[in-house]
C-alpha cells in the first residue's frame, strides 16, 4: 500500500556542489572589519554627523608617530545606530497601537547612541521618566542634549549590558514610581515600565559558547523572565530590542533546524516574540522549509493583520506579505502538506539565468554554459520527483492518523500499516529518509494549533528596512518582546526551592544535545527507569490536535526537537512526581560531560 520505489541514481558532486552564485542568499554577509568603508556611507543628516566623530575612521596602518595627535572622538567602533527618522516614524505608525498603554510609563534605554530612537520613543509615549544608560557618554552626549533637556531625562554613563551597574539604577532614586510587587503580582504586567535596548554590533562581539554578546544578552533578558530578576522584579515587563538581524535567529527562529535552546526558553517565558522590522530575505543559506508553509505562514499572517486592521507602511511590505495579498485576492488556499513540497535552492536561480540566456542566445551544445544547464536541468527533474516522492510517504502517514483518530481499526490494523509504512519509506536511500523527515518534522511544527514557532504566531510581518538607514550600513532587526506567566516548577531555582527549574535547564540540554533521539532514550539516557515511569503518563504527547502523534515507528516517534512548550512543561511536572527521580548534584553528574563541551546549545547556526 505504502511501497514506494526509489529509482535515485548517484549524482556527482558537480551537480550537488553549491554553485559559486549560492553567495547570492549570503551576498550581504558582512566584512569582518569594523572600519569597512563600504559600509560607512552616510544618507541622512544624523548619519553625516556621526561619521564626523571619526569614531568609526579606520585605524591607521603601522607604528603611529609620538607627534601625533588624537583626532575625533573615541568610542565603541562596533555600534550600530538607527539613523532613519522614516524607520522610526514607521515603526510607530505600524505598531503605535500596542504601545499607546505604555504612555506616562517610565522608560529603561539601554545603549542608545544617537539617540534618534530614542528620542521618537519618547516623543509617542511622553514618559514620566527616562534613564538612558550609556556607556560612551562623552561621544553620544551632544546627540542626546535635545532629549537631556526635557524634563525626568537622565543620563548615566555606564553599560546597561553589565548586570552589576544596571541593578545600580533599579532602585528608587532612579524609579521612585516602581515598586517590587509580592510574589503573587510578579506574574503581572507591568505597563508602567518598558525597557527598550540596542544590543547591535559590528562585527559581532563572541562571547563563551555564544557566537555573538548581543545572543547572550537576549538569553539573560529571558532568563530574567523566569526568575523576575533585573527589571522583572517589578513584574512582567516589555521589552523593545534592536539587534542585528542575524542575531535574531536563536530566539525567534523560522524553521525548525535553527529552534535551539533559546528559543525554547522564549516559547516557555514569553508571550510574543515579534520581530517589528528587519532585513529581507532567507534567514539561512543552508536550512530551508516547505515552500507551501511560509506561503500559508504569510497568508495566515496577512488575514490576522486585516482583522486587525493593521497596515504596513508604504514601501516596507516583504516579498512575502505581497505575495499573501496576492493570493487572497486570487482565493487561492495553500494547504500545506497537500502538494508536494518546494525547496528553493541556490541552482534554481543559476538554472533559470542560464534558461534566459539561452532564450536570447542559443547555447552550442559543446559550450560549457549548455552542459551546466543540462546538469540542472536533470537536477531539477530529479528532485521534482523525490518531492512526489515525500508527498506519497506523507500521506500514507496521514491516512494512518485519520484512521487511528476515527477509532474504525484495531490497534493490530493500525500497528500492521504502520510497519508496512516504515519498510516502504526504509526501502529508500537514507538521503532521502532524512530529508523526508526533516519535512515531516517542519511541517509538524505548523500544523499544531497554535503552530509552534513564535513566528508562524505573528500578529504582522515585520517592515523591510535598508542597510542605510543605519550606520554603520548594517541591516538590524527591532524585536518586541513581552512576557507571560511562567510555570511555577520553571521559576524553582537556586539554592532555597527545589531545583525544579534547574533540573528542568539540565534535562533540556541534555535532550536537546540529541535532539534526534526518540523521547524514551533520550530520558532513559538521563536516568535509566526515566522513560518507563515518565512515558505513560505525558498525555500531551499523545494529543493529536496539539503536537502529540499516534504511530509508534521508530521514523514518527516524538524526539526532543519537536516538544512544544506545553509539553515541556508536562515533562517537568512528570519528573517531580518521580519516586526514583535523581537529586540534583547527581542530575549534575550525569549530564556534566555531554554538556560540556556543547557549543550549538546557544548557536544560531
Not at 554613563?157 to 553589565?162: E, F, K, M, N, Y
Amino acid at each position: 500500500m505504502f511501497r514506494v520505489q526509489s529509482n535515485v541514481r548517484k549524482v556527482s558532486t558537480v551537480i550537488f556542489r553549491r554553485p559559486s552564485t549560492a553567495s547570492s542568499l549570503t551576498s550581504r554577509n558582512l566584512a569582518s572589519k569594523a572600519s569597512d568603508k563600504s559600509l560607512l556611507q552616510t544618507s541622512s543628516p544624523l548619519a553625516e554627523e556621526l561619521a564626523a566623530t571619526n569614531a568609526w575612521s579606520p585605524a591607521r596602518k603601522g607604528p603611529k608617530p609620538k607627534s601625533a595627535k588624537k583626532s575625533g572622538s573615541t568610542g565603541d567602533k562596533t555600534r550600530i545606530n538607527i539613523v532613519s527618522e522614516k524607520l522610526c516614524d514607521d515603526i510607530l505608525s505600524y505598531v503605535g497601537s500596542s504601545l499607546d498603554r505604555h504612555k506616562g510609563c517610565d522608560i529603561i534605554d539601554i545603549y542608545p547612541g544617537a539617540g534618534l530612537w530614542s528620542r521618537k520613543l519618547h516623543d509617542y509615549l511622553q514618559p514620566r521618566s527616562h534613564i538612558m544608560m550609556e556607556p560612551d557618554a562623552d561621544l553620544y552626549r551632544p546627540f542626546l542634549k535635545p532629549l537631556l533637556d526635557r524634563p525626568n531625562t537622565t543620563l548615566v554613563p555606564a553599560s546597561g549590558l553589565i548586570w552589576r551597574e544596571l541593578n545600580s539604577v533599579l532602585t528608587p532614586e532612579y524609579l521612585p514610581h516602581q515598586h517590587v510587587p509580592d510574589a503573587a503580582q510578579l506574574q503581572q504586567r507591568n505597563d508602567t515600565l518598558l525597557v527598550t535596548a540596542n544590543i547591535a554590533f559590528h562585527p559581532k562581539k563572541r562571547f563563551l559558547t555564544f557566537e555573538s554578546l548581543a545572543s547572550l544578552v537576549l538569553y539573560q533578558f529571558i532568563e530574567s523572565m523566569r526568575t523576575s530578576s533585573l527589571f522583572q522584579r517589578y513584574g512582567q515587563v516589555r521589552m523593545l530590542v534592536w539587534a542585528r538581524h542575524d542575531d535574531k535567529y536563536g530566539i525567534i527562529p523560522k524553521l525548525m533546524q535553527k529552534r535551539k535552546k533559546v528559543a525554547i526558553d522564549a516559547e516557555l517565558s514569553c508571550e510574543w516574540v515579534h520581530e517589528v522590522c528587519g532585513r529581507q530575505g532567507l534567514d539561512s543559506a543552508w536550512f530551508v522549509r516547505d515552500s507551501t508553509i511560509d506561503e500559508s505562514s504569510s497568508l495566515a499572517t496577512w488575514k490576522r493583520m486585516r482583522a486587525a486592521r493593521i497596515q504596513i507602511p508604504e514601501g516596507r511590505a516583504s516579498e512575502g506579505l505581497i505575495a499573501a495579498q496576492l493570493m487572497h485576492k486570487s482565493r487561492k488556499t495553500v494547504v500545506p502538506g497537500s502538494v508536494p513540497p518546494v525547496f528553493k535552492r541556490p541552482f534554481q536561480d543559476v538554472l533559470e539565468d542560464l534558461e534566459a540566456t539561452h532564450q536570447e542566445q542559443i547555447f552550442t551544445k559543446d559550450s560549457q554554459s549548455y552542459r551546466s544547464m543540462k546538469c540542472y536541468r536533470w537536477r531539477a527533474n530529479w528532485e521534482d520527483k523525490k518531492h512526489e516522492r515525500m508527498l506519497q510517504m506523507l500521506s500514507g502517514l496521514d491516512a494512518i492518523t485519520a484512521l487511528y483518530k476515527s477509532g474504525k481499526a484495531s490497534p493490530g490494523e493500525i500497528e500492521a500499516m504502520e510497519a508496512e509504512w516504515a519498510a516502504s519509506l526504509q526501502a529508500n536511500p537514507k538521503g532521502f529518509i532524512n530529508e523526508f523527515l526533516t519535512y515531516k518534522d517542519n511541517l509538524h511544527y505548523y500544523r499544531q494549533d497554535p503552530p509552534l514557532l513564535h513566528w508562524d504566531r505573528r500578529a504582522y510581518d515585520p517592515m523591510v528596512v535598508q542597510p542605510d538607514e543605519f550606520f554603520p550600513n548594517v541591516e538590524c532587526s527591532l524585536l518586541d518582546m513581552q512576557p507571560k506567566v511562567v510555570h511555577p516548577l520553571l521559576r524553582q531555582k537556586g539554592p532555597n526551592s527545589n531545583r525544579a527549574g534547574d533540573c528542568f535547564d539540565l534535562i533540556m540540554s541534555s535532550m536537546m544535545y540529541q535532539s534526534t533521539l526518540p523521547i524514551n532514550q533520550g530520558l532513559d539516557s538521563i536516568m535509566p527507569g526515566a522513560a518507563e515511569y515518565i512515558i505513560p503518563r505525558w498525555k500531551s504527547i499523545r494529543d493529536l490536535d496539539h503536537g502529540g502523534v499516534a504511530a509508534k515507528t521508530r521514523y514518527t516517534e516524538l524526539s526532543a526537537r519537536l516538544l512544544n512548550a506545553r509539553q515541556w512543561e508536562e515533562l517537568i511536572e512528570i519528573w517531580m512526581e518521580w519516586p526514583f527521580r535523581p537529586e540534583f548534584h547527581e542530575l549534575v553528574a550525569r549530564t556534566h560531560d555531554e554538556l560540556a563541551g556543547d557549543e550549538s546549545m546557544h548557536s544560531n547556526e
